[in-house]
């Protein structure tokens, strides 16, 4: 079987560029407006709010622990899943729309899993509020870009 060089290239710059959205994101919270957990900044009146939360689980706090343990396999799983990903784009033929999906999924992942090598959590601060319902959670770009390329993935027209 050869290796799809197109899927694996296009996979690895789409991860990189995720990766790099969600640190920059995280850095303009955490460094520029240094939010500290609980703090509030309205971006858009009753849409967007930054509301800084560190999350120690995963989606939506389960498995929250601030234990070493958990943070290393969490990070470990992130290292592994994109190794994993990488793998099946690059045997996979090629084809712009599957990479692109995988590239997402990858720098959502890596980026999370940054957080928890760096900060012991993840960071979470978009808090997206529309039509009158009150929206309690917080997430971040990797969390968007993860979701993003599985939501690709599962909808995308396979040719099969």
């Known amino acids: 079987m050869t290796l799809s ?11 990189l560029l ?8 995280k ?4 460094e520029t407006l240094a939010l500290q957990p609980g703090d509030a900044v309205t971006m858009v ?5 930054f509301v800084m939360a560190w999350n120690y689980g995963i989606n939506f706090g389960i498995l929250a622990s601030d234990g070493t343990l958990l943070r290393t396999l969490l990070t470990l799983l992130a290292l592994v899943v994109s190794a994993v990903l990488l793998v099946w784009a690059a045997r996979h033929p090629r084809d712009g ?11 959502g992942a890596l980026g999370n899993g ?4 760096v900060y012991g959590a993840v960071a979470d601060f978009l808090n997206v509020t529309c039509c009158g319902i009150d929206n309690p959670f917080a997430f971040n770009i990797a969390d968007v870009t993860i ?3 599985v939501a690709i993935l599962l909808l995308r027209p396979t040719g099969e």
């Open 147 to 149: 979701f993003l390329g």
């Open 18 to 25: 995720s990766w790099g959205i969600d640190r920059a994101s």
């Open 114 to 117: 940054y957080d928890r090598h």
């Open 27 to 30: 850095f303009y919270v955490l």
């Open 5 to 15: 060089r197109f899927n694996i290239l296009t996979a690895l710059v789409v991860a």
């Open 45 to 49: 009146p009753g849409i967007l709010t």
């Open 97 to 107: 729309i599957f990479a692109t999906a995988i590239g997402l999924i990858v720098g």
